[in-house]
């Protein structure tokens, strides 16, 4: 099978988690635009999403899914999301998607998350992707000199030649030469520094479940 199959499969196996009668929180990037497709064909039967960019937005209102605004509803029974990667223990890198400062959001306001990924995405160890880190632009050099204290590179993500701006207008670091052996700890060291964001570690907000696209079909891993 290829990726691409791999991530419809687990966008329609995540179906199973949304819970009728519900608003359901989403994620973002190109397995989730899978699930956002699969959730078209049960669209009556949900009150809508939250949504955590505003592409995954565009898309859910294009098939017809009422998207509600995060500080309209209070708790979301379920999240579903992708993730760049995961460990055996639900600790997860995100932001390939640029959207991380809303999916951590969204994440933290439900009692379930569900994380839908290709097997390619489980790791023994976070730090092989890029960390994305969302940052406040005149904070940027001085955080490119903490990550190098860690012995990480952090560049400034582009676009266009241009630094991209996120759905927050702020920037995005991307850290190279992590080895994130103790997740929570990270997260919550990165988390101190001024002028980050919000940092691509989700340890605090893990997933409680990973539907896991493989070759002999959908592994279900829970944490
Ligand atoms: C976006 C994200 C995505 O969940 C992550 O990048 C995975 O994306 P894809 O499903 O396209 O591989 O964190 O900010």
Not at 98 to 123: G, H, M, N
Not at 129 to 151: D, N, S
Not at 190 to 214: D, E, S
């Amino acid at each position: 099978m290829t990726q691409d199959e791999l991530k419809t499969l687990v966008g329609q196996a995540a179906l199973q988690y949304v819970v009728p009668g519900d608003i359901v929180g989403v994620g973002t990037g190109s397995t989730v635009n899978k699930f956002i497709d699969a959730l078209a064909t049960m669209k009556g039967q949900i009150k809508g999403a939250v949504s955590s960019s505003g592409a995954s937005t565009k898309r859910l209102k294009a098939l017809g899914i009422a998207v509600f605004d995060c500080n309209e509803v209070a708790e979301l029974s379920v999240y579903i999301d992708g993730a760049d990667e995961i460990d055996d223990h639900g600790y997860m890198i995100k932001g390939g998607g640029a959207a991380l400062t809303r999916e951590k959001i969204v994440a933290a306001q439900s009692r379930q998350f569900v994380c839908i990924a290709d097997e390619s995405k489980l790791v023994p160890t976070l730090g092989k992707f890029p960390l994305p880190v969302e940052v406040i632009p005149m904070a940027t050099q001085r955080l490119i000199r903490q990550f190098a204290k860690l012995g990480g590179s952090a560049t400034v993500r582009l676009k266009d030649g241009q630094p991209l701006v996120t759905d927050n207008g702020q920037h995005i670091l991307d850290v190279t030469g992590l080895q994130i052996s103790d997740p929570l700890a990270f997260e919550s060291q990165v988390n101190q520094w001024p002028g980050v964001v919000t940092v691509g570690v989700f340890a605090h907000q893990k997933a409680h479940v990973c539907l896991l696209g493989t070759a002999s079909g959908v592994k279900t891993l829970k944490f």
